[in-house]
């Protein structure tokens, strides 16, 4: 899967969970940035990047990631 | 007065921390919020909290490092769990990882129902400080000031610290007594009228308390 995919896929996912049809993916982008990324919405995000890409992430990836661009080096390596 | 020795938790004090987390939590009522939310009977939460402060992530309330306990006897008294807050990456975050993590599916999808109502009362841990989170006495301790020596000996493992911050529900008031008496002041009150609310967690008003050491 290319990188522009696995972004355009991630995408449609945050927007879902943080219902915002605007919101724009960049590898800076992290918590800080969203309106509503709490700890609920962030164990829904996750869940629903595992089920999309049919992946689990380890607790370790998960504790590495610190913004969408480690999200996306992360995915990349289980596909 | 009762001799007490005050030491950092280990793995082997993780059942009593448990205990401490389900009664802060609970704040004197029969509801646990985690059970409520993630529709999971209460000693289904007990196992998840176990794996989870086995797992060794620092930061947080599920996080054996976060504690120190006070012991008499060999046997503990009463603990207090405290970090201080990452400017970079909140412990909000580290958390929901190794909650996401142990929870089933079912259970997020259940919660996401109330993700609205229940920001109503989310309070950011505030950034920098050394934040308080679970503290639990036993109740044939109380009276001996261990949440003061628990608190100190916090502080003195943090040492360039300048704020402590607490939050908890409003109808906690013994507790918030107590804080008042160590120094903390409220800064941050909310209050939440959605019904709802006091289906999932004990109280439906929560403040954040501070106090700025010098």
Not at chain 1, 62 to 79: F, H
Not at chain 2, 59 to 69: D, K, L, N, R, T
Not at chain 2, 136 to 163: C, K, T, V, W
Request: net charge negative.
């Amino acid at each position: 899967m290319e990188t522009e995919e696995i972004k355009s896929k991630l995408e449609n996912i945050f927007r879902e969970v943080f219902t915002d049809p605007s919101l724009k993916l960049d590898g800076g982008l992290t918590a800080n940035d969203v309106d509503g990324w709490d700890s609920l919405s962030h164990m829904l995000l996750i869940s629903e990047v595992e089920k999309e890409f049919s992946i689990k992430f380890r607790l370790s990836d998960l504790n590495k990631m610190r913004n969408v661009g480690d999200m996306m080096d992360i995915i990349v390596t289980k596909l | 007065m009762p001799e007490y020795t005050f030491r950092e938790a280990t793995e082997n004090d993780v059942d009593y921390i448990v205990q401490a987390i389900i009664e802060a939590e609970k704040s004197g009522t029969d509801i646990l919020s985690y059970s409520r939310i993630f529709d999971l009977p209460e000693q289904e939460i007990r196992d998840l909290f176990h794996q989870m402060l086995l797992e060794g992530i620092d930061g947080c309330e599920f996080s054996i490092a976060s504690y120190i306990v006070a012991v008499q006897n060999e046997q503990i008294a009463g603990t207090i769990g405290a970090w201080v807050e990452n400017k970079e990456h909140p412990s909000s975050l580290v958390k929901a990882n190794l909650l996401g993590y142990y929870l089933p599916r079912n259970s997020l999808l259940h919660a996401s129902a109330y993700s609205t109502v229940l920001s109503e009362l989310n309070i950011d841990h505030v950034k920098g400080a050394l934040s308080f989170v679970t503290v639990y006495i036993s109740p044939e301790h109380r009276g001996h000031h261990l949440f003061e020596q628990l608190a100190d000996m916090h502080i003195r493992r943090n040492p360039g610290i300048r704020e402590l911050s607490i939050q908890l529900m409003s109808n906690n008031y013994y507790a918030i007594k107590s804080y008042e008496r160590y120094g903390f002041e409220k800064c941050l009150e909310l209050k939440s009228s959605n019904e709802l609310i006091l289906t999932l967690l004990p109280f439906n008003e929560k403040i954040l308390m501070n106090k700025r050491l010098k």
